[in-house]
T-cell receptor
Framework: AQTVTQSQPEMSVQEAETVTLSCTYD???????LFWYKQPPSRQMILVIR????KQQNATENRFSVNFQKAAKSFSLKISDSQLGDTAMYFC?????WGAGSYQLTFGKGTKLSVIP | NAGVTQTPKFQVLKTGQSMTLQCAQD?????MYWYRQDPGMGLRLIYY???????DKGEVPNGYNVSRLNKREFSLRLESAAPSQTSVYFC????????????FGPGTRLTVL
């Protein structure tokens, strides 16, 4: 079974600064996908960024980027130029094939990020 | 496009009562999922449906049943609610592609007294 560990229950960052959220995972599979989801107080789950394990290049989406270290099974999220709207819970998730045609997401417990004005 | 919709948004039940959570998606996705989220936890998969007419257990299926009514709708039923089922429930859908993103509904907050 896959496990996803987020070792930072809470973090804070000053507006406009950079913050990095950590995530490690455990799997015996070689082909999989990793995601960061954001959950603001509205409760809506929003995809922030995804990474395919077979790609060596780190994914980037505007102010969000990842540092994917496959050998170390590490997948951290860097948020640059933090904004007040980035305040949310952030979940790291691992996706693998589950049964015929579906893909299961396994989530970490989340990191609560607060952006301070 | 409404995406993934869930009803109701909030519900309070007494122990032993039954209810059905409804989920619908308008993205023509094949796969649909039900998750629960407890305080301090990530989402955990209850049941999923890879296609119309098929359902399978996820990580925490006990106490729940599901029905994939058609391609659009996937319902979650609690036959005899227990306080341990107090949680926020999320429905999600995705295409059956390897990098298919799962799109989530807004969630239902359920309290069982």
């Amino acid at each position: 079974a896959q496990t996803v560990t987020q070792s930072q229950p809470e973090m804070s960052v000053q507006e406009a600064e950079t913050v990095t959220l950590s995530c490690t995972y455990d799997t015996s599979e070689s082909n999989y996908y990793l995601f960061w989801y954001k959950q603001p107080p509205s409760r809506q789950m929003i995809l922030v960024i995804r990474q395919e394990a077979y790609k060596q290049q780190n994914a980037t989406e505007n102010r969000f980027s990842v540092n994917f270290q496959k050998a170390a099974k590490s997948f951290s999220l860097k948020i640059s130029d933090s904004q007040l709207g980035d305040t949310a819970m952030y979940f790291c998730a691992f996706m693998n094939r589950w049964g015929a045609g579906s893909y299961q997401l396994t989530f970490g417990k989340g990191t609560k990020l607060s952006v301070i004005p | 496009n409404a995406g993934v919709t869930q009803t109701p948004k909030f519900q309070v039940l007494k122990t032993g009562q039954s209810m059905t959570l409804q989920c619908a998606q308008d993205m023509n996705h094949n796969s649909m999922y039900w998750y629960r989220q407890d305080p301090g936890m990530g989402l955990r998969l209850i049941y999923y449906s890879a296609s119309e007419g098929t359902t399978d257990k996820g990580e925490v299926p006990n106490g729940y049943n599901v029905s994939r009514l058609n391609k659009r709708e996937f319902s979650l039923r609690l036959e005899s609610a227990a306080p341990s089922q107090t949680s926020v429930y999320f429905c999600a859908s995705s295409e059956n592609r390897e990098v298919g993103e799962q799109f989530f509904g807004p969630g239902t907050r359920l309290t069982v007294l």
